[in-house]
């Protein structure tokens, strides 16, 4: 069969299956059993196929291809190379383990019908698929906002409740001024040469100017899709309101495709990226990461505290991009390919860990219906499967060392510290500061992540009926258990995986970092003596200390033990009201970090009945753009309803002034 | 390239911490009640108190999930990993290659995770109220002392341990001013993270003033000893790290036996010194409020990034 | 004279005379229906002719056919059959609700032939006097459709429709006077000056200075039937308050008739000057149009004059494109304004369905409608979808067309219509999604809306969204090159 | 004698016609309006027949009875009845007062003349003088519509237009071909009768004829 050849038909042959299985869901729309059972695991093998194509599809070099469909003289492009391999084999893997979960997941009603929501579920997979192979403008703009659309249905699945349906507008919203960006850095790009495919983007040289505005809106575009800060306003809204598994997709994989545009653009259309580029990335990723994770610590809904955590990632790959772009900017190839390295590597690893955490979330709120933390607690005794996967994720998304998330945090610090040797001045003194704000965001990431777990499933029970939450099914769990198994496996092996990112690192940086590690134990990427980690080493060596004083323990002495209540130095009663709340665990940051916040504070009158006190933290950039610009619009319209007052003797004057002007100027 | 002196210098490091540690703790226990003349506990009282606790049988709360128990031996056998990183004896050890700086920083890490979420296991008032203070001692610190391993890597231009202490060492002896801000940043960060005077007070028993304490109310038995035991190797393992930055002289290059027994007398001696060093400091200090605590590391974590530009601009 | 194009103008001016006969009675909407699909498959003959024998003229070259004017046909005839067989349930319903007579059922469907003869006529015309004479036609048929519920707004409505469109006709008239004056003295006295291809072919050596007073004359004149903006008052109230049949009509297919006409005058007038006086003030107007429009889409409370106001801003991006002027923006603006006839139609379809179950035209008291009836409630939303120029549909292809020439030769222009893009994206995507989703609101219907038009107009849009079949993008590209 | 006073005569009867687009303008009695409307329907008779026998286009003397026809007795007539019928009997009310439309329309007869001289130039017609006064005629019809507030005036400029527009055709080319004269006068006709039902419905609804009614209609 020539048509699944190569690799490139096999990926658009595996779009075209997930497209089938979606409207495949609209014969039987109301059946719950036909979606979960059969649609949704066979989502889940499409996607493992695809992740095992794109694995064998990195090393090859770049195949392309022209499909008939499109404008006429526009026909679609496609285009597999290493980037976009390593970016579906991202989306398949990821995919796998998340349709498997929904199989579980979608057995409880949601707000639109079962067949409804499979046929949004597999047309978003398709259309991610698809952004990764397009190769001209219009291909990518069609794939793109496919996604886009296909994405907001998702997101307002249960449309009855109106802040799900405001979340579903904003985020639609925001995404579509993020593609008309696009569509002006595809304009820039074109700079009025050829037509809009990639190969001929490519091949023009663009002057510094053009390129300069082409990248701005690059930014600006892929900024609002990943959830930069200026445009991250719809992440914690949109999050939140999708149901678990897509609130999973949207963090894990959607917020990479916009990675993976602006690699696209940067690295490979435009070329010869200047390095003043990088600082900008670099300074907009920071501030991103640290807001984000200082959002994060006060939150009190466990998926919107995700969901800024997940900005918070976001920020710190931006800073990786950064880094690339300083470094090839300067020329020196090698930096460039470990900070390029680190940043993919983080990608790979937030798609693996927020999906988990996501998936975590969606079983708690799948057994007690409720997503505020201020209403959950001590579920370790009631979801232990859950409970442990979560902290598998937990470990891996705060960056300590047995997990995946401490390798591209210990390789983005590698990355920051050669800048040193750069030959800017202040680019020296700058990137200290950087490095410190990452070091920061890390810590702070432990300590969200700590009140995240800590809250949910440590602790007594808040409510009283979580006590009967009963345990997620097996579909879930399997799906959980991927991807829980997937963090471990890219903790422990990193240098095999950078032996997989070094094709890419060489076409986008002409170098690559593959080479110097030696062998799949050690991760020395520029070499020995400069700075090496073998996490297999560490986890056997701190797992033998563990066994072993457990064992010395149990030889020496004895292991009994006996039940008596919580000894909380002699207080009687003890409840749950006791425990800090979400709000209490993140006092000391809002006590930090209190610039960040516009804090409302509602303290109870001294002789109120019923005492409540409540405390938002709310964004402050609502205030100082969004709703700035929501009234400046507002007011620009209530100009022009000048022009439409209902007199019709005004309305023959406009046309005659018209005729008049017209006559007197146009000669 | 494994060397038999690495691997016996490996073992012998490791045996030293887990046995020594809790004689430092001892020490610096009567160092201080020297300094407050009274009359001091036997210097082995830390051994007798760890031996009673083995011996009793553990008491657990109704609530308690199995996290609990496996809590003290996580964290334990993460400090005794960051002890066996830390080169005190011989720079040329095998794990060398295993982890380097920033892996120690995060092991630290993993060991204030568990011990937080253990505290916040039975779900008492003072058990998440521990652990919420110590995660924001945590946040503060752990960044002040990546700082502070990144500008002694930026000198001797790497990040594994053994090379810092190598070039700091063996190399001819150089005056680094930013060592001297790292120093000091370097000290105000591990009075935090043992819980030492001025942000805690280990001996103290009014609940509402203790961060490390608050945690492990809930332990007893063999988990309060592996606990406690955990908590002065973590002091041992920060003295070890404060010698290997600043002091790192008397530690055996790579291969010769001899400089490896000459080490032992010296590790024991700047353990001494650093440790009656550290009995002054708490005397000089009285303990801030929990709200002061975040302006004090604060203070630090802008001492090691002044530490970094201050190598940048001066000794590039 | 051939076949098709006899029966192609005969067969609505017969169903309008039959209509008028026998239009109040019963099976009158079926009739209409008829003559209508009679219609369509004239002009699907019509087109094969063309497309295999290119251009030709007939009745003493009174009538002519190329390949500009018979796409326009083609899209003119399919969407007025589509609208008829929507009118047929819905005007039924009207009846019911008592808002419309007999005597205004027989003088709608009456009327709605007479329209769809008067714009047939304009398209196949090639005597630019005749072509005026069937544009003011086409007013007189649809002023009395737009004031036929007769309540107050809707006699303002078509008070305004009338006095407006009359003086901006009568412009036009004094437009086509000068350009027959130009012409008389080159070709002499005699019908022969007003024949289009006698001027195109004569159009270099036409008067500069007279032609440009006369495109003046002509642009204020079409420019009002267009919708421009200094000139589009009585637009949103006219397409608002007629039957939702007749706006979907007018919104479709007059305001592209009205364009096709002044793009007769403006290849002839850019032929006669030589600089592109012309295109520029056709961009000139497109891009106030874009702009103005958008603005107003947030003000809305009207779900029909939000829809109408939408169509100006459509218009406004079409005329645009064709000012830019090359083959590529020409071939957009051909796809654009059939996309934008096919899916404004089909909204009006949705939209009428929607207001008829809730008895109302205020957004705000329309919620639900997916949960309510699912057809109604979908129709609806990919029509906006569509509409808002989404990338699956067809709106999209060929507004990037549009959006990548305006960068290519008008960068300055692109930010503007971008924005415009935005705004308008953000005000109809505000208020059509609480219409759709939510807890219903409104009453169920009796019986059934037929809506297979709907579906039938957006499975096009959107199959043009990802394939042109090559036949039809060949057709495209001559027309375009007619443009120039 | 008329073969060599021609030209003047055609300009005299111009005159007349701009003279009586300025009276309808300042007019206050809708009768008298009608009337003026009826008069220069008549002047456009005359000027067309004399064109036509002056330059011996028979296809003009078609086109002058169809204008007598129509604008100086069908149309009158029927605004008559309606003004019966309607019982419409007060003065007509403006806008803006009668000496500023004065001035404007001054302003603009003065403007429609420098913009049709380029025109008139090239004109070969013996009318050619004529095109500036009609295109004064249009556009001082044009103001009045814009001036008046009630529904029967509006019309009445709405149809002066019309007249304005029929003497430029017949000063610029000789007047249009014949089947687009019989085109342009029956949509006239049937505008006429459209705005006569519209009169009614308007009347009926309102019991006024005043614009100022038809304001509800707009963005706020």
Redesign the interface.
């Known amino acids: 069969m020539t048509l699944l050849a190569t690799p490139l038909h096999q990926v658009l042959a595996l779009a075209c299956a997930w497209l089938v299985l979606g409207a495949l869901g609209l014969l039987r729309q109301d059946s719950v059993r036909w979606t979960t059972r059969i649609l949704y695991p066979a989502g889940a093998i499409v996607g493992l196929a695809l992740a095992i194509v794109a694995l064998s599809a990195i090393f090859d070099p770049a195949a392309a291809l022209v499909l008939p469909l499109g404008l006429p003289d526009l026909p679609f492009h496609a285009r597999l190379d290493a980037l976009s391999a390593f970016f579906l084999l991202l989306l398949g893997a990821v995919a796998a383990g998340v349709s498997v979960y929904a199989g579980g997941y979608f057995r409880q009603a949601q707000g639109t019908a079962p067949g409804l929501v499979c046929l949004y579920f597999h047309v978003f997979l398709a259309s991610m698929a698809l952004v990764m192979v397009a190769d001209d403008a219009y291909f990518f703009m069609v794939a793109w906002e496919t996604m886009a659309l296909s994405s907001f249905f998702l997101v307002t699945c249960d449309h009855d409740q109106a802040e799900i349906r405001r979340a579903g507008y904003l985020y639609l919203l925001i995404a579509h001024i993020g593609a008309i960006a696009i569509l002006l850095c595809f304009g820039a790009l074109q700079a009025g040469a050829g037509d809009y495919t990639f190969e001929n983007m490519r091949a023009l040289q663009p002057t510094a100017a053009w390129a300069t505005a082409a990248f701005l809106l690059a930014l600006v575009g892929f900024g609002a899709k990943a959830g930069i800060v200026p445009l991250h306003v719809w992440l914690p809204e949109a999050h939140p309101a999708a149901p678990s598994p897509v609130s999973a997709l949207l963090s894990a994989v959607m917020l990479k495709t916009a990675i993976y545009g602006l690699l696209r653009v940067t690295l490979d259309l435009i070329g010869s990226p200047l390095w003043w580029w990088g600082v900008v990335a670099l300074v907009l990723g920071l501030v991103s990461a640290l807001g984000g994770i200082v959002f994060a610590a006060v939150q009190t809904d466990m998926k919107r505290l995700l969901a800024y955590s997940s900005i918070e990632n976001v920020g710190l790959i931006f800073a990786g991009f950064g880094l690339t772009l300083i470094f090839h900017g300067f020329g020196k190839g090698a930096l460039a390919a470990l900070a390029l390295t680190a940043t993919l590597y983080h990608c790979l690893n937030h798609a693996f860990y927020k999906s988990l955490l996501f998936l975590c979330t969606g079983s708690v709120l799948h057994a007690t219906r409720e997503r505020s933390l201020g209403r959950l ?2 579920l ?2 009631r979801m ?1 499967w859950v ?1 442990w996967c979560a ?1 598998i994720g ?2 891996a998304i ?5 997990s995946n998330g ?1 390798v591209s ?2 390789l983005l ?2 990355a920051f ?1 050669f800048t ?1 040797g750069l030959p800017q001045g202040y680019l ?2 700058l990137v ?2 950087a ?2 704000a990452v ?2 965001t ?3 990431s ?2 969200v ?3 995240f ?3 949910v499933f ?3 029970h808040r409510e009283a009926r979580l006590a009967e939450a009963h345990e997620a099914g097996i579909w879930e769990r399997a799906g959980l258990a991927w991807l829980a198994a997937a963090c471990i496996f890219l903790g422990l092996v990193p240098a095999t995986v950078i032996g997989l990112l070094d094709p890419i690192t060489r076409t986008l940086t002409g170098h690559g970092i593959g080479n110097f590690a ?1 062998g799949w134990l ?1 991760l ?1 990427p520029i070499n ?7 996490p297999i ?2 986890f056997a ?3 033998l ?2 066994a072993a ?2 064992l010395g ?1 149990r030889a ?3 292991g ?10 002699g ?1 009687p009663d ?1 409840n ?1 009201r ?3 709340s979400a709000e ?2 993140g ?3 809002r ?2 970090f209190e610039p960040f916040f516009r804090l409302e504070q509602h303290a109870p009158a001294p002789d109120d009945a019923r005492p409540r006190f409540s405390e938002s933290a709310e964004d402050r950039l609502w205030y100082w753009i969004y709703l700035p610009v929501a009234r400046a619009v507002e007011r620009l319209t209530a100009l022009v309803t000048l022009l439409q007052r209902g007199r019709i003797s005004v309305y023959l004057a406009y046309s005659f002034a018209t005729l008049l002007a017209l006559l007197l100027f146009a000669r | 390239m494994i060397s038999l002196s690495g691997v016996a210098a490996q073992f012998t490091e490791l045996a030293l911490a887990v046995l020594l540690a809790p004689l430092l703790t001892g020490w610096v226990n009567q160092c201080r009640a020297w300094l407050q003349n009274r009359s001091a506990p036997p210097l082995l009282q830390p051994y007798r108190v760890l031996n009673k606790l ?2 009793k ?7 308690a ?3 609990f ?1 496996v809590a003290p ?2 964290i ?3 400090l ?2 960051a002890a ?1 990183i830390v080169p005190t004896l011989g720079t040329d050890l095998p ?1 060398n ?4 700086a ?2 120690l920083v ?2 630290l ?2 060991a ?2 568990f011990i ?2 253990a505290g ?10 521990g ?3 110590e ?2 001692v ?3 610190a ?2 002040a002392l ?2 502070v391993l ?1 500008t002694a ?2 000198i001797s ?4 341990l053994a ?1 810092i202490a190598a070039t700091l060492a063996h190399k001819e002896f150089v005056i680094h001013p930013s060592l001297a801000f790292a120093g000091v940043a370097f000290t105000m960060v591990s009075l935090a993270e043992n819980a030492r005077i001025p942000v805690d007070n280990p001996a103290t028993h009014l ?1 509402l003033t203790m961060i490390h304490e608050a945690m492990v ?2 332990y ?3 988990h309060l ?2 606990i406690e035991w955990a908590a002065s190797l973590k002091l041992f393992v920060y003295s070890c790290i404060g010698l290997v930055l600043f002091f790192p002289f008397g530690i055996a290059s790579g291969g010769d036996w001899l400089g490896l027994v000459l080490a032992l007398p010296a590790l024991l001696g700047k353990l001494a010194l650093g440790g009656a060093l550290l009995a002054l400091i708490e005397m000089l200090s009285a303990k801030m409020r929990i ?1 002061r605590a ?1 302006e004090f590391l604060g203070t630090a ?1 802008l001492l ?2 002044l530490a ?2 201050v190598h ?2 001066l000794e ?1 | 004279m051939p076949a098709e194009l006899l029966l192609l103008l005969a067969s609505p001016l017969a169903g309008g005379l039959v209509l008028a006969l026998m239009g109040h009675r019963r099976r009158a909407a079926e009739v209409n229906a008829a003559f209508s699909t009679f219609t369509f498959a004239a002009a699907a003959a019509l087109v094969a002719r063309v497309v295999s024998e290119g251009p030709f003229e007939a009745l003493y070259r009174q009538l002519f056919v190329d390949p500009l004017n018979v796409f326009l046909v083609a899209l003119t005839a399919f969407v007025g059959m589509t609208t008829a067989m929507f009118s047929r349930p819905y005007m039924r319903i009207e009846r019911e609700h008592g808002r419309v007579t007999d005597g205004g059922m027989r003088l709608y469907h009456s009327m709605y032939q007479m329209f769809s003869f008067t714009m047939l006529l304009v398209l196949t015309t090639n005597n630019l006097g005749v072509m005026w004479v069937a544009m003011e036609a086409a007013t007189l048929t649809t002023v009395l459709l737009v004031a036929l519920y007769r309540t107050h707004a809707s006699l303002e409505a078509a008070w305004k429709y009338f006095i407006l469109c009359g003086v901006g006709i009568a412009q036009a008239l004094l437009g086509t006077i000068l350009v027959y004056f130009a012409a008389e003295k080159i070709l002499g006295a005699g019908v022969g000056a007003l024949l289009w291809t006698e001027l195109d072919t004569v159009k270099g050596r036409l008067e500069p200075a007279v032609m440009s007073i006369a495109f003046v004359f002509l642009l204020v004149g079409y420019g009002t039937k267009v919708g421009m903006v200094p000139l589009h008052n009585w637009l949103p109230d006219a397409h608002a308050e007629g039957p939702t049949p007749v706006s979907a009509v007018l919104s479709g297919l007059l305001l592209n008739v009205a364009l096709y006409a002044l793009i007769r005058f403006k290849v002839i007038t850019d032929g006669a000057l030589e600089r592109p006086f012309a295109s520029g003030l056709m961009m000139g107007f497109g891009l106030l149009s874009v702009a103005v429009a958008a603005l107003f889409l947030s003000r809305q409370r009207d779900i029909k004059r939000m829809f109408a106001y939408s169509s100006i801003e459509h218009m406004g991006l079409i005329t645009f494109a064709f000012g830019l002027g090359g083959p590529v923006a020409s071939f957009a603006g051909l796809l654009h304004m059939t996309m934008h006839s096919l899916t404004k139609s089909a909204i009006f379809f949705a939209v009428g369905h929607a207001t008829q179950k809730a008895g109302t035209q205020l957004m705000a008291d329309i919620r639900g409608l997916i949960r309510l009836s699912p057809t109604v409630g979908w129709g609806l939303t990919l029509g906006t979808v569509a509409i808002l120029g989404l990338p699956p549909f067809g709106v999209f292809a060929s507004e990037f067309l549009i959006l990548t020439q305006a960068i290519a030769h008008a960068p300055w222009a692109a930010p503007i219509l971008l924005v415009s893009l935005g705004i308008s994206f953000a005000a109809i995507f505000g208020k059509v999604q609480p219409m759709v989703f939510g807890e219903p609101s409104v009453a169920r219907l009796r019986h059934r809306p037929a809506l297979l038009p709907v579906f039938a107009h957006l499975l096009l849009v959107l199959m043009f969204g990802l394939y042109m079949p090559p036949y039809l993008a060949g057709w495209y590209r001559q027309a375009a090159l007619l443009i120039g | 004698m008329l073969q060599h006073h021609g030209p003047q005569l055609v300009n005299l009867l111009a005159s007349v016609m701009l003279l009586l687009a300025f009276a309808m303008l300042s007019q206050r009695r809708i009768i008298s309006l009608i009337n003026l409307f009826a008069a220069q329907g008549f002047t456009l008779f005359l000027s067309t027949a004399l064109v036509a026998w002056l330059t011996g286009q028979d296809h003009l003397y078609a086109s002058a009875l169809l204008t007598l026809a129509l604008k100086v007795i069908a149309l009158p007539w029927i605004l008559h009845r309606l003004i019966r019928r309607l019982n419409v009997k007060w003065d007509v009310e403006t806008l803006i007062n009668i000496p500023t439309t004065m001035l404007i329309g001054i302003v603009l007869v003065i403007l429609a003349f420098n913009l049709a001289l380029p025109i008139s130039l090239l004109a070969g017609t013996v009318t050619k003088a004529t095109l500036g006064i009609a295109l004064a005629c249009v556009l001082l019809s044009f103001l009045m519509m814009i001036t008046r507030s009630k529904a029967v005036p509006q019309v009445i400029g709405f149809l002066a237009m019309e007249n304005g527009l029929f003497f430029a055709a017949t000063g610029a080319v000789y007047g249009m071909p014949m089947v687009i004269e019989f085109g342009i006068a029956l949509d006239v006709l049937v505008g006429m009768l459209i705005l006569g039902i519209f009169f009614f419905r308007i009347r009926e609804r309102f019991d006024s004829l005043d614009t100022r009614h038809l304001e509800r209609l707009k963005e706020l």
């Open positions: 607690g001590g370790i005794r232990p409970a902290l937990t470990i705060a960056g300590l060392p047995p401490f945090e210990w610090l590698q510290l040193p020296n003194m200290p500061v490095a410190a070091a920061l890390a810590a702070l432990g300590y992540m700590v009140k777990f800590g809250v440590l602790g007594q030696r050690f020395a020995a003596e400069r700075a090496s980690y073998s080493l560490v060596v701190a797992a200390l563990v004083a457990w323990v020496f002495y004895h009994r033990a006996r039940r008596a209540a919580a000894w909380d130095c207080f003890q749950a006791m425990q800090d209490g665990f006092q000391p940051v006590h930090v | 083995f011996q049988e553990v008491v657990l709360a109704y609530g999930s199995p996290l128990r031996y996580l334990f056998g993460c005794c990993a066996a794990l290659a295993a982890a380097d920033i892996a995060g092991l890490a993993l204030r995770m937080a979420l916040m296991d039975v779900g008492t008032a003072f058990g998440t109220l652990a919420r203070r995660m924001l945590g946040f503060l752990e960044p990546l700082m990144f890597s930026l231009n790497s990040t594994s090379t609940e109310l809930e007893s038995g063999r000893a592996m709200f975040p974590f090691a990034v970094m530009l940048v601009l590039r």
